[in-house]
């Protein structure tokens, strides 16, 4: 019980402090550092990308695998990649992030729960 109580003591310290920092170590009318505006310009773009390529290794591989080994695709992927196109068609047509991957979100488990 004390292990647990410890871990989630460390966990909130930790998130607190993530929250607190910057606005700690940029106060009053400092200008930001140019390298701190150049992750925050580009670190969103690199997290959706390690997200798409953590998302789809695991059917991109496999069918890899399956190929080598002189069998033909099959179902898996196919939730995946029905997925992607409707975050990236939602995404163009209204240009809302939360609506695209949530709904792309809501396809990919309604096709992996009830149709493969």
């Known amino acids: ?11 909130t ?15 009053g009318g400092r200008r930001t550092p140019p ?3 150049f992750l925050g310009r580009t670190l969103p773009y690199a997290t959706i990308g390690l ?12 069918l890899k695998e399956r190929l080598a080994a002189g069998g033909g695709p099959d179902a898996e992927g ?4 029905i997925a992607v196109l409707t975050v990236v068609f939602l995404h163009r047509w209204k240009k809302n992030s939360l609506l695209s991957i949530g709904l792309g979100t809501a396809v ?5 729960q009830m149709v493969f």
Request: glycine share 0%.
């Open 108 to 112: 990919y488990m309604v096709l992996v």
């Open 13 to 27: 310290a930790a998130t607190v402090i993530s929250r607190f920092l910057p606005f700690w170590v940029f106060r």
């Open 35 to 37: 390298f701190v505006e």
């Open 1 to 11: 019980m004390k292990t647990e109580i410890s871990i989630v003591a460390a966990m």
């Open 51 to 62: 997200l798409v390529v953590y998302c789809l290794k695991a059917p991109v591989f496999s």
């Open 78 to 81: 196919i939730p995946e990649l």
